[in-house]
């Protein structure tokens, strides 16, 4: 399908994961009947809070997979899942991983990623923040065609400053980033909508971005999902509160705006060259 709509849904998500989930699918039924075909949510979805490895599940044996799985099924969707805390595999590593999950309409897992870029700052006289303290970097660039709402490429919040990455998932299919967030306020009123109009501009591709909103534990969420077009345009943001914003997806848009700009083409890949390893 050429042109279809798509959500971006807006969350507070606190302590009490039960709540988390109930108001996320609250707001999902509400894209569904706005007639989204696909539906995107904001990272650490689920659950923000000090006890990240307690709320870790399997994926897609846990709790939050078959919640969500039943809403895709239920409104015949694909489901963005932002992201959840996923338990570590690894018997040595009790650290999650911060992983986001594509459901498609039969309720299926059809994709799943795992962040790559740990959030690990230090700043003179700052704030010094680890979080590969407490979550397990993935090792895998994951895009997924659909077949039926465009080719998504997939990351996570901190993930959005590392520009190869988008460009490997657009020379490998990408037409959709999907990139949930947590960002604070202090980055993100000066970075985030640069940085998001970059990495569709640069790429040609749309930009689906939601965000947290409210008083985290230790910092103010910056909000603000936005969704862009592959010329850089935002065609839709959030205010400041809860909810859902839609936008129209339209690939052949999308193919018209990387005929008139090639950077893709025009790579010098006789000079450099982009690699997953």
Known sequence: MNIFTAAAIQLDT????????????????EAAERGAR?????????????DCEKFAECIPEGHTFKVFAEQAK???????????YEKNEDANDRRPYNTTMIINPAGELAAKYRKLHPFDVSIAEGPAIRESDINCPGNQ???????????????????MRFCELFRIMALQGAQILIIPA????????????????ARAIENGCYVIAPGQIGI??????????????????VVAMASDKTGVITAEIDLEYLRSVRSQVYTLENRRSDVYQLSER
């Open 14 to 29: 606190k302590s009490n994961a039960e709540e988390n989930l109930h108001n996320a699918v609250e707001l999902i039924r």
């Open 38 to 50: 696909l539906i995107a949510m904001p990272e650490t979805v689920n659950y923000i809070g000090p």
């Open 74 to 84: 239920k409104y015949r969707v694909w489901l963005h899942c932002g992201s959840i």
């Open 141 to 159: 660039i994951v895009t997924v065609d659909t077949g039926e709402v465009g080719h998504l490429g997939l990351s996570v919040c901190y993930d």
């Open 182 to 197: 947590n960002f604070t306020v202090n980055t993100g009123k000066d970075h985030w909508e640069v940085l998001l109009r």
């Open 216 to 233: 985290k534990p230790s910092y103010q969420a910056y909000g603000k999902t936005m969704i862009i077009d592959p010329w850089g345009n």
